[in-house]
């Protein structure tokens, strides 16, 4: 799986909230993910949390104030920042921030950052009106100054009992935003990758939609590889039950024709546009205005083709040169090699990846997919059944290969 957090070191300072709990779960799943997490913790955060919490979630040492102090007290701060990837405060109370705004640092966590060279991010986390106080806001207008990415706070029940602005983000939140931020530098840093997902949704009435069986994983995989390379995204997505990966402009659609329109309008100065959707083929030629009822008998439904997207994504760019790659799949249950050739060539294609749907472990709301990638050079290049996450790195590492230039 791509993965900006794999060997990368984290500073995770915690600071005295009751959403400390919160930064056990990060902790937990930010190691999970593969990084080194060092936690430093406030005075004030062991009244909530303890660093058995999080030694016990990441095997690794958690540091208090008591550590300023220990044969190794006058360097611990430098030992911590040197060579830290990125830090995230998680909890940042108002007390923090305004600490941070003002260069005081009379506890490990603030004397810590002082020292960071890597990238700062900070979740705020207070409760009644002190988010909205002008001294909280004028600290956090510094820290945006300085360059402190600041995640949340969310609206929503305090621990007070009011409701208001000040709950600490959730932590998939939270990785979402640290995730986006590491890739940054990726080997797509300054293309535009476009990626579709999802089955659309044909209407017959104003209740039932002739669609199909695609979940959108594969499509909402290959969006975060590519974010995960340091693309700028677009997902148009039919209707999924997925939540779209932090950092990518999502474009929303039901039918085949309104997928056709936002592709078209998106394809300009694209790099890479990989079509996952399962667009329908077919849809009612004249859907009815009110629902079908049983009582009526059955109905007959006229059915006509809908528009080709990857046809018209051809005609586009034999005049204007964009995208620079086009990538299709090919979904099938029969003669699979052969159709997938077919398209490939029919609609102009630089690669196009071909699935079995009837295998096991491949295709339709699977986790998992065994997919075929063919070249217009005739290349066939056969994968091992694979995650549909390690199906989209393996589709985008040999597409960076390929990019013209």
């Not at 640290?178 to 890739?183: E, I, K, N, P, T």
């Not at 476009?194 to 290959?222: C, F, H, I, M, W």
């Not at 932090?246 to 039918?255: Q, S, Y």
């Not at 996450?389 to 290969?401: K, N, P, Q, T």
Request: hydrophobic content about 45%; overall charge neutral.
């Amino acid at each position: 799986m791509s993965n900006p957090f794999l060997n990368r070191r984290i500073l995770l300072g915690v600071s005295g909230s009751i959403a400390a709990y919160k930064s056990a779960e990060l902790a937990s799943r930010l190691t999970q993910m593969g990084a080194f997490v060092d936690v430093i913790l406030t005075q004030s955060a062991l009244q909530f949390v303890t660093p058995l919490t999080f030694q016990s979630v990441t095997s690794r040492r958690a540091y208090v104030d008591a550590d300023l102090w220990g044969s190794e007290g006058h360097v611990q701060h430098i030992g911590l920042a040197k060579g830290a990837d990125q830090m995230i405060i998680a909890p940042a109370t108002a007390n923090t921030m305004a600490k941070l705004a003002h260069g005081l640092a009379d506890n490990l966590l603030t004397v810590t950052a002082l020292a960071l060279s890597c990238p700062l991010l900070a979740a705020p986390a207070m409760d009644g009106g002190m988010y909205t106080h002008p001294a909280t806001q004028e600290n956090l207008e510094i820290l945006r100054q300085r360059g402190v990415l600041l995640l949340g706070p969310a609206e929503g029940h305090l621990a007070s009992g009011m409701s208001g602005t000040g709950r600490m983000l959730e932590p998939h939140e939270l990785l979402g935003h640290m995730r986006f931020a590491l890739s940054r530098n990726g080997r797509l840093a300054g293309m535009k990758v476009v990626v579709t997902a999802g089955g659309t949704q044909e209407p017959l009435d104003p209740v039932r939609v002739l669609t199909n069986r695609s979940s959108g994983k594969q499509g909402y995989a290959l969006a975060q590889s590519a974010l995960d390379l340091g693309a700028e995204v677009i997902l148009i997505t039919a209707p999924t039950h997925l939540s779209a990966p932090f950092g990518v402009r999502l474009v929303e659609v039901k039918t085949a024709g309104d997928m056709q329109a936002a592709v078209l309008n998106s394809i300009t100065d694209t790099d890479i546009l990989v079509m996952a959707a399962a667009v329908a083929d077919f849809r009612s030629a004249a859907p009815s205005t009110h629902k079908l009822k049983k009582g009526s008998g059955v109905p007959k439904i006229d059915l006509e083709a809908t528009p080709d997207i990857l046809q018209s994504v051809a005609q586009t760019r034999a005049v204007s040169g964009w995208p620079r790659l086009v990538v299709g799949f090919a979904a099938e249950s029969q003669d699979l090699l052969a159709n997938a050739r077919l398209k490939l060539d029919r609609k102009k294609l630089d690669l196009i990846v071909a699935n079995d749907i009837s295998a096991a472990g491949s295709g339709f709301e699977s986790d998992t997919n065994q997919v075929s990638l063919i070249y217009p050079d005739g290349m066939l290049e056969n994968l091992p059944l694979l995650s549909k996450e390690g199906v989209a790195d393996a589709i985008f590492e040999r597409l960076v290969d390929r990019l013209p230039g």
